[in-house]
């Protein structure tokens, strides 16, 4: 188990709507971060939160957003979507304290389908 | 961050070592390696980091060679559970995760 809580596990949508996932990052880690995995690719870099801070942003598209709350935990907003928006979304979080980098620990993602 | 070159597949015995390879020809002095893996469409979970000298963990050893071109990630009784993707990664010491290469790592199936 690493401590990071992912909800929902499986989410089912019709093009063209919006959704809303969470991510519960791991004790007294204060960075998050999104990944995008499609199917059969690699892991793609979506956004960092930092303390409550947006820090990076990699492949995010415009109809996509992120927060993260003063508890930590963090959403990902996904809007007008899309066919090809159906993926693996994983929530990452790491301690980051210092600015020292320290190893990611991911969520079990959400399976998001787009029908 | 480095970019690393790992086979795209291997296959182990169950209860033998599985030896995972990754070349990093272009790392610099100071970038880690750091090893992950993937369960069928889990989220990926952190195995081991190292630098320069070899680590040991309760999951697996890292060998990296004396010029830090290349490591070897070593399971040294592999299981069944084991089946997994492995991604080899270069990460700068202060580097930020947000600069991770996340290539397809090498997809090891355990057999009975």
């Known amino acids: 188990d690493s401590g990071v809580t992912q909800t929902p596990k499986h989410l089912i949508t019709a093009t063209g709507q919006r959704v809303t996932l969470r991510c519960s990052p791991r004790?007294?880690?204060?960075?998050v971060y999104w990944y995008q995995q499609s199917l059969d690719q690699g892991l793609q870099f979506l956004i960092q939160y930092y303390n409550g801070e947006e820090r990076a942003k990699g492949n995010i598209l415009e109809r996509f957003s992120a927060q993260q709350f003063p508890d930590l935990h963090s959403e990902l907003n996904l809007s007008s979507l899309e066919l090809g928006d159906s993926a693996l979304y994983f929530c990452a979080s790491s301690e980051d304290a210092r600015g020292v980098g320290s190893p990611l620990h991911f969520g079990n993602g959400t399976r998001l389908t787009v029908t | 961050d480095a970019k690393t070159t790992q086979p795209p597949s291997m296959d182990c015995a169950e209860g033998r070592a599985a030896n995972l390879p990754c070349n990093h020809s272009t790392i610099s002095g100071n970038e880690y390696v750091y090893w992950y893996r993937q369960i069928h469409s889990q989220g990926p979970q952190y195995i081991i980091h190292g630098l320069k000298n070899n680590e040991t963990n309760e999951m697996a050893s890292l060998i990296i060679t004396e010029d830090r071109k290349s490591s070897t990630l070593i399971l040294p009784h592999a299981t069944l559970r084991d089946t997994a993707v492995y991604y080899c990664i270069g990460r700068l010491m202060t580097g930020n995760n947000r600069k991770l290469i996340w290539g397809l790592g090498t997809s090891l199936a355990v057999n009975p």
């Open positions: 004790s007294g880690d204060l960075s």
